[in-house]
C-alpha cells in the first residue's frame, strides 16, 4: 500500500487496527490472504446479555448496515487489475519494467480528502513517527471516541469544525504542532466556510466515494484531466498547501491517478533514470516540478501517480533488497452456509499476493474481550465470502 497511514496502531501477531468510517477496522496479513474484522460502537460498549438499550457513548457515526466488506475492498482499492497496470506501465517505460517486478502489490489507498489533507500538512518538513504522532493527538483531543480494544481507545478524525475555535492554533502548538498548527486551524475555517461538500465536489468522477456511482471524468491531457487540474488549483488556496501537497491530496484523497507529487526523492528519481537536471531543469523549480509530472503522465496514462508510488517505493533503502513475488489473478465469490463457529467470526477476502485479505475465525487474546462479536458455538448458521478480486 502507498499513502500516510499514521493513524494505525500495531498489535501482537501483525494486527493493525485504526477507527475508520465509524468502526474499528482490523486487519492482519499472511501470505495469500488479509483478514479483517470491523467493531462497532454498540458492540465495542455494549454487554454482552442482555442487549443495551442505551445509546453508545461516542459522537461517531453509527453504521446501520454492516457494510465493511464492501469499505475493505474500496478503502484498499482492489477493484483495478494491478497485473495490467504494471504490464502498461512497464510496456511503456524500461525502467519501471526493470523495478516493477520487486514490488508488485503496490496499491494506492482511497483515503478520506479531509483526512487526506490533515496528515499532509502535518507532513510538511516533518517524519512518519512525527506525523503519527501528531495525526493521533489530533484526533485524542477533537475526534469522536469510537471504542476501545482491551484498554487502548480508537478516535476518529475530527471533522473541520472541530478545529474552528479560537483556541484551537495555541491548543495545537502545546501539542507540538508548531507552525503547522496555524494551517490546520486556518484551512478548517476556510473550508467550513464554504459548502459543506466542497472537498467532494473536487474529486476525481471515476474514483467517487463509498457507495456512490462512478462517471467519466473526461479526456486524459498531458496536464491531466480538467478535474484534476482545477481540484490541483482550488486546494492550492489552503494554508499549508504547496503544490506537492495538492497533488498528494488529489492522489490519495480525491482519487486523481494522474497527480504525481515531486519531492526531492521523486527529483533525484528523475534526474537519474529519466534525464532530467540539465539545461532549464537543472533545479527543482515549479516549471520543473510540472515538466516532470507532465513526462509521467505521457509515459503512464491516467494512473501516473500510482506508477510513480511504485517507483519511490522501489527506490527505498529500506526496500533495496526485496525479492520478486508472482501476481496471480483469479476472481471468485464463495458463501458457506451452516457453519459452527467457535470463536468471533470474521468476513473474508482473499486477493493476489501481497494486497491479500481474508476472513475468519480468529482467536487473540488482545481482542477476545469483545463478547458482542464471539459466538461461541450458539449461533449454527452463519455466512464466511471469499472474494477474489481480479488485480
Request: proline fraction near 5%; charged fraction near 25%.
Amino acid at each position: 500500500m502507498s499513502n500516510h497511514l499514521e493513524s494505525w496502531k500495531k498489535w501482537e501477531d501483525n494486527i493493525w487496527s485504526c477507527a475508520l468510517h465509524g468502526r474499528v477496522l482490523s486487519l492482519r496479513q499472511d501470505a495469500t490472504h488479509l483478514y479483517y474484522r470491523a467493531l462497532f460502537p454498540e458492540a465495542l460498549n455494549a454487554h454482552p446479555t442482555p442487549p443495551s438499550s442505551a445509546p453508545p457513548s461516542t459522537d461517531g457515526t453509527v453504521i446501520e448496515i454492516d457494510d465493511t466488506k464492501e469499505l475493505v475492498h474500496h478503502y484498499l482499492n482492489l477493484e483495478p487489475n494491478l497485473a495490467e497496470l504494471y504490464e502498461q506501465w512497464s510496456s511503456a517505460d524500461r525502467n519501471f519494467e526493470k523495478k516493477a517486478p520487486k514490488f508488485v502489490g503496490v496499491r494506492i489507498l482511497r483515503q478520506d480528502v479531509w483526512e487526506a489533507l490533515v496528515g499532509f500538512i502535518c507532513s510538511s518538513n516533518n517524519n512518519i513517527i512525527r506525523i503519527s504522532q501528531m495525526m493521533e493527538k489530533l484526533c485524542v483531543h477533537y475526534g469522536p471516541l469510537i471504542g476501545h480494544i482491551d484498554a487502548r481507545p480508537y478516535y476518529d478524525m475530527p471533522s473541520p469544525a472541530r478545529l474552528t475555535g479560537s483556541k484551537v492554533e495555541g491548543h495545537l502548538r502545546e501539542l507540538g504542532f508548531g507552525y503547522r498548527a496555524k494551517y490546520l486551524h486556518q484551512t478548517a475555517v476556510m473550508i467550513t466556510q464554504r459548502d459543506a461538500r466542497w472537498l467532494d465536489s473536487l474529486r476525481n468522477p471515476e474514483s467517487p466515494i463509498l457507495g456512490h456511482t462512478k462517471f467519466s471524468a473526461g479526456e486524459m491531457l498531458p496536464g491531466g484531466r480538467e478535474g484534476y487540474r482545477k481540484a490541483h488549483e482550488q486546494l492550492l488556496a489552503l494554508q499549508g498547501v504547496g503544490p506537492k501537497v495538492a497533488d498528494c491530496v488529489c492522489l490519495m484523497g480525491l482519487g486523481w491517478g494522474e497527480a504525481v507529487p515531486v519531492d526531492t526523492h521523486v527529483w533525484q528519481i528523475a534526474q537519474r533514470d529519466y534525464k532530467f537536471g540539465k539545461g532549464k531543469h537543472r533545479s527543482l523549480t515549479k516549471l520543473t516540478y510540472d515538466a516532470i509530472g507532465d513526462h509521467f503522465r505521457v509515459l503512464w496514462g491516467k494512473e501516473a501517480g500510482w506508477a510513480h508510488s511504485v517507483l519511490f517505493t522501489a527506490d527505498l533503502r529500506v526496500f533495496s533488497e526485496r525479492l520478486s513475488s508472482k501476481i496471480e489473478i483469479e476472481e471468485k465469490i464463495k458463501e458457506e452456509d451452516g457453519v459452527d463457529f467457535s470463536s468471533e467470526t470474521i468476513a473474508e477476502v482473499e486477493v493476489p499476493p501481497s494486497t491479500s485479505a481474508k476472513r475468519e475465525n480468529i482467536e487473540e487474546s488482545s481482542l477476545d474481550r469483545l463478547e458482542e462479536y464471539t459466538v461461541h458455538g450458539k449461533r449454527k448458521r452463519q455466512k464466511r465470502s471469499i472474494v477474489r478480486p481480479t488485480g
